[in-house]
């Protein structure tokens, strides 16, 4: 099963920032994100033997519930993507992410070795854009984190949740 820990928008948060990207778009080609799939990735698992979920449907993490600021878009070069996120990471994000961190490396889990970097991918595949037009405003309460199977198609990848995970 190919796995990953993640955040995700309520749709009217989803739906102002695919909006925001196919604006974008028009400059940077690319592969805009389809809005039922935008997410931010606390932790990608990737290919988890099925034997293991029971151990990840049973995490604990410690985070409050908070809100995730979107309020910076940028574009990777290196990665080829444009993304948007908060310009400064949320103190109880930190905090969640450490959690998580402990968890999996405690049950020895695969995690990248890079710095988390709190980011929304928004295009794939994309030239530098000529233009990064102003950020909707939008609302993204932070109340929970999710445990989300990724299946991979021709038509890109499809998502399910596995689990929710409550904050306090």
């Known amino acids: 099963m190919r796995l990953f820990f993640a955040l995700w928008p309520p749709r009217d948060a989803a739906e102002a920032l695919h909006a925001w990207a196919s604006e974008v778009h028009r400059s940077s080609g690319g592969r805009v994100t389809r809005p039922e799939t935008i997410h931010l990735t606390l932790a990608f698992l990737g290919e988890i033997e099925e034997k293991r979920l029971p151990l990840l449907q049973q995490v604990t993490l410690s985070g409050k519930r908070h809100s995730l600021p979107v309020d910076a878009a940028r574009y990777w070069k290196h990665n080829q993507i444009v993304w948007v996120g908060p310009r400064e990471m949320p103190r109880e994000m930190r905090r969640l992410v ?15 070795k890079r710095e988390f970097a709190a980011h929304i991918t928004l295009i794939r595949k994309a030239r530098v854009p000529n233009l990064i037009p102003e950020l909707p405003k939008v609302a993204w309460p932070v109340d929970e984190v999710v445990l989300v199977r990724s299946r991979l198609s021709a038509k890109g990848s499809n998502y399910e949740v596995v689990q929710r995970y409550p904050l306090d």
């Not at 450490?98 to 990248?112: A, D, I, M, P, W």
């Open 98 to 112: 450490v959690s998580l961190s402990g968890f999996l490396e405690k049950n020895e889990f695969r995690q990248e």
